[in-house]
């Protein structure tokens, strides 16, 4: 895994400071050798190349970006990647197995959760740290739970819906 | 967006924080949660030479209440433990009010109490809290600890009395001296966006009487207002219709809203004497009062 800087030409490039971290992601243990000022979300996206997590806005309004950092929803372009040393990071791709979808997936496909799909993956990590702690949500609680993740499409509806409807199927499982 | 370069440390214990800010002095900042302080180096209207992360400092991620009846809140307890905490609900109603408004549930998972006071912004929710609630930061620096009530806390907007080699370790709401009540109202377009008016009320009542009172102002003006005339008028009274009034009153003639894009000046004033009004009209001892006024 390489990640390339600009060389700005000025002493400051020539000594650019890189730490190295160790974290977790999806459940692989990874080390990367990063600058401080990485954000979090780039590191997902450029170093490991998991570009399910979208940047929306950069400026902590959308949500768009929203990981689990050790079960806990945050946005990740607002958070230094140098910050997930020692810590367990969970992004879209971590919800699927190889062969099944997660319940929220299949509840965004089931009631039509999305439209262009940019907001769904913090859509879903958000909700999937709403039920990890509260497995029988009402519709005011998914509400409360969604209010820092912005969908431009739908209108919010069929989401809170889709994650009733994981939140059921999660509870059929257990 | 990408912050301009800076060192990073991230010490294990206070002392050694501290000795990194003694070395940074001016240039060096103090990163907690980060909700305030990422974006703004993300955007380069700050940009540190060095930020001190005091996550890996054991110890600060705590909110207690001491035998005497202060509630101490560490440097690294976020609003979502205090917006969840089962210890706030039944004894800090205007606590308990403000933790589930603070800008977004993601937000709220990271970002710290300690960390917005010392962030002042005038917008801030948590210091028109801790004014209302007679709160103190306390300050660790190279020659110890000292507690710094948050009324001298805050000298302007963005801008605090703390040395740069001083870390603030945990705010202390003092103890009640009668039964807690009140609350914190904040009219804001939408979750997550700054309060266009936020009110803070805090009372404590022995029998009918108050006996001490805070009112504070988030958002209109240019820092966190004390309504400390409206607070006077209720001490020493029983809550009735006409103490209410005119606190509402002499709070809304304490606020210095400008006019903007989130409302008029006019407007703005008025809201504080209304939102005044509905937390005290709902005020009996242990009822907290929230709300989302859009």
Known sequence: ????????????????????????????????????????????????????THMGCDTTNCGACTVLVDGKAIKSCTMLAVQADGH???TVEGLASASELHPLQEGFKEEHGLQCGFCTPGMMLAAKALLDR??????????????????????????????????????AEA | MYPSRFRYEAPNSLDEAIGLLRDGGDDA????GGQSLVPLMKLR???????????????????????????HIGALCRHADLEHSDQLAGTQPTMAAAAPLIADPLVRNRGTLVGSLCHAD???????????????????????????????FVTGPFQNVLEPDELAIEA?????????????????????????????????????????AGIALTGVGGST???????????????????????????????????????????????????????????????????RAA
């Open chain 1, 1 to 52: 895994m390489a990640i390339v800087y600009d060389d700005l030409g000025d002493e400051a490039a020539s000594e650019v400071p890189v730490r190295r971290i160790r974290f977790t992601i999806n459940g692989s243990k990874k080390i990367a050798e990063i600058e401080p000022r990485m954000l979090l979300a780039h590191l997902i996206r450029r170093g490991l190349g998991l570009t399910g």
């Open chain 1, 88 to 90: 367990e990071i969970t």
């Open chain 1, 134 to 171: 509260n497995p029988d949500p009402t519709e005011e609680d998914v509400r409360w739970a969604l209010s820092g993740n912005l969908c431009r499409c739908t209108g919010y509806q069929n989401i809170v819906k889709s994650v009733l409807w994981a939140a059921e199927k999660l509870r």
């Open chain 2, 29 to 32: 900042k103090v990163l907690a």
């Open chain 2, 45 to 71: 209207f700050a940009s540190p030479e060095m930020l001190v992360d005091i996550n890996n400092v054991p110890g600060l991620a705590y909110h207690r209440a001491d035998p005497d009846g202060s509630l």
């Open chain 2, 122 to 152: 005038p917008q801030g929710d948590w210091a028109s809290v801790m004014l209302a609630l007679g709160g103190t930061v306390v300050a660790q620096g190279p020659l110890g600890r000292r507690a710094i009530p948050v009324a001298e």
């Open chain 2, 172 to 212: 202390v709401v003092p103890p009640a001296k009668g039964a807690r009540s009140g609350g914190y109202l904040k009219l804001e377009r939408r979750v997550g966006d700054f309060a266009t008016v936020g009110v803070a009320v805090a009372i404590e009542t022995a029998g009918e009487t108050v006996v001490r």
């Open chain 2, 225 to 291: 207002i004390g309504a400390t005339e409206a607070a006077a008028a209720l001490t020493g009274k029983p809550l009735t219709a006409e103490t209410i009034a005119e606190a509402a009153d002499l709070a809304a003639g304490a606020a210095r809203p400008k006019t903007d894009h989130r409302g008029s000046a006019d407007y703005k004033r008025h809201m504080v004497g209304v939102f005044v009004r509905r937390i005290l009209g709902g005020t009996a001892p242990g009822t907290a009062t929230a709300e």
